[in-house]
């Protein structure tokens, strides 16, 4: 028992060496719209040739620029009552929260009246597979 608290306290500890900070820290914000990005240094920073260095992304803060429905993945089709007719729901191109696909399913639902008036249900509910992402 006491050679695993050694062991457990030599795995913290370099763990600890290994994730602390080696060098100064430098912090690099970068503004474009294009996908090759670049920056300049000011003050340089001064590289030894016989060194090894690493660079890491800290943080990323971006808009949502970039449209997850788009003409390719924008409709589907659903049957209110078991497969005699289908109607489809075409939502227009944009940056979707599930929420709002959720809303734009339920008004074209209650617009050809497949709504659940006295279930306030529309019985489509699109979710998130937190799983895959």
Same mark, same amino acid.
């Given at each position: *028992?006491?050679? #695993? $608290?050694? %062991? =457990?306290?030599? /795995?913290?500890?370099?763990?600890?060496?290994? !994730?602390?900070?080696?060098?100064?820290?430098?912090?690099?914000?970068?503004? #474009?719209?294009?996908?090759? =990005?670049?920056?300049?240094?000011?003050?340089? $920073?001064?590289?030894?040739?016989?060194?090894? @260095?690493?660079?890491?992304?800290? +943080?990323?803060?971006?808009?949502?620029?970039?449209? /997850?429905?788009?003409?390719?993945?924008?409709?589907?089709?659903?049957?209110? /009552?078991?497969?005699?007719?289908?109607?489809?729901?075409?939502?227009?191109? +944009?940056?979707? %929260?599930?929420?709002?696909?959720?809303? #734009?399913? $339920?008004?074209? *639902?209650? +617009?050809? +009246?497949? @709504?659940? $008036?006295?279930?306030?249900?529309? /019985? =489509?509910? =699109?979710?998130?597979?937190?799983? !895959?992402?």
């Amino acid at each position: *028992m006491e050679e #695993q $608290l050694r %062991e =457990i306290a030599n /795995n913290t500890e370099r763990t600890a060496c290994n !994730t602390r900070s080696k060098a100064s820290s430098h912090y690099i914000l970068v503004s #474009q719209k294009n996908a090759r =990005i670049s920056t300049r240094f000011s003050p340089s $920073l001064e590289l030894k040739a016989n060194k090894k @260095y690493e660079i890491s992304l800290v +943080g990323l803060e971006t808009y949502y620029s970039f449209p /997850n429905i788009d003409a390719t993945k924008s409709s589907f089709r659903y049957s209110p /009552n078991n497969e005699t007719a289908w109607f489809n729901v075409n939502i227009p191109e +944009g940056c979707y %929260e599930i929420t709002d696909i959720n809303e #734009q399913v $339920l008004r074209v *639902m209650k +617009g050809a +009246g497949h @709504y659940n $008036l006295v279930a306030d249900d529309h /019985n =489509i509910k =699109i979710e998130a597979n937190n799983n !895959t992402l």
